[in-house]
């Protein structure tokens, strides 16, 4: 979280240092105790400005791995490879996690460029990143709705086979049904192996129906 607030004759200056690892979105925070002038007093950076590129610079990386990461979602599930929905949790929630911090990042830079402690050039780039990560979170919400689909079609697919399955062995059943009760008086009832070709004849007849239909 970005902060800034005066204390006394001071300024506290928070600045979220953020990076990707291992699909989690990690933030590190710089504390600045500057001057009114902009001159560092603490803090391991030697100016705020020096601060605050190295931030966008970091989530400008991390926005990058983000769009790489969802590129190939998106290949995977275009090509109609295996993807876990584990791996479509963790692109939106680093997309969503990034856009959070960009537009916090922003904030600051306006009230930093306000105290005249950053440039206008700065303030333009953070802006831009915001931009970029709200782009992102709505990739990243496009490749979740594409896996949703793929998964939808699938399922279709699926229900299709089972649909034509069962349809499939209905004459089977239907005649088994009546040469299961044991009627002596059925045709063929005591020639087994023609009954057998007579199932086989139907469903196969009945099938080749099925497909044309």
């Given at each position: 979280?970005?902060?800034?607030?005066?204390?006394?004759?001071?300024?506290?200056?928070?600045?979220?240092?953020?990076?990707?690892?291992?699909?989690?979105?990690v933030?590190?925070?710089?504390?600045?105790v500057?001057?009114?002038?902009?001159?560092?007093?603490?803090?391991?950076?030697?100016?705020v400005?020096?601060?605050?590129?190295?931030?966008?610079?970091?989530?400008?990386?991390?926005?990058?791995?983000?769009?790489?990461?969802?590129?190939?979602?998106?290949?995977?599930?275009?090509?109609?490879?295996?993807?876990?929905?584990?791996?479509?949790?963790?692109?939106?929630?680093?997309?969503?996690?990034?856009?959070?911090h960009?537009?916090?990042?922003?904030?600051?830079?306006?009230?930093?460029?306000?105290?005249?402690?950053?440039?206008?050039?700065q303030?333009?780039?953070?802006?831009?990143?915001?931009?970029?990560?709200?782009?992102?979170?709505?990739?990243?919400?496009?490749?979740?709705?594409?896996?949703?689909?793929?998964?939808?079609?699938?399922?279709?697919?699926?229900?299709?086979?089972?649909?034509?399955?069962?349809?499939?062995?209905?004459?089977?059943?239907?005649?088994?049904?009546?040469?299961?009760?044991?009627?002596?008086?059925?045709?063929?009832?005591?020639r087994?192996?023609?009954?057998?070709?007579?199932?086989?004849?139907?469903?196969?007849?009945?099938?080749?129906?099925?497909?044309?239909?």
């Amino acid at each position: 979280m970005a902060y800034i607030f005066d204390e006394g004759d001071h300024i506290v200056v928070q600045i979220p240092l953020v990076y990707t690892k291992e699909g989690e979105v990690v933030e590190e925070l710089a504390e600045l105790v500057v001057e009114k002038n902009g001159k560092v007093l603490k803090g391991q950076f030697a100016s705020v400005q020096e601060a605050y590129f190295k931030a966008l610079e970091q989530l400008s990386k991390a926005l990058s791995q983000t769009e790489n990461f969802l590129d190939g979602l998106e290949y995977k599930l275009e090509m109609e490879e295996n993807v876990k929905p584990s791996e479509i949790y963790t692109a939106s929630y680093m997309a969503h996690a990034l856009y959070y911090h960009a537009v916090h990042l922003y904030q600051l830079g306006v009230e930093l460029y306000r105290r005249g402690l950053v440039t206008h050039r700065q303030l333009n780039f953070s802006r831009t990143l915001r931009r970029n990560a709200l782009m992102l979170r709505r990739y990243a919400r496009d490749v979740r709705l594409l896996h949703a689909t793929v998964v939808q079609l699938l399922l279709n697919a699926s229900m299709k086979k089972l649909t034509w399955l069962g349809t499939v062995v209905l004459p089977a059943l239907l005649i088994t049904s009546f040469y299961g009760m044991n009627l002596t008086w059925l045709p063929l009832a005591d020639r087994p192996e023609a009954v057998f070709l007579i199932l086989a004849l139907v469903t196969i007849a009945f099938a080749y129906l099925i497909n044309k239909i």
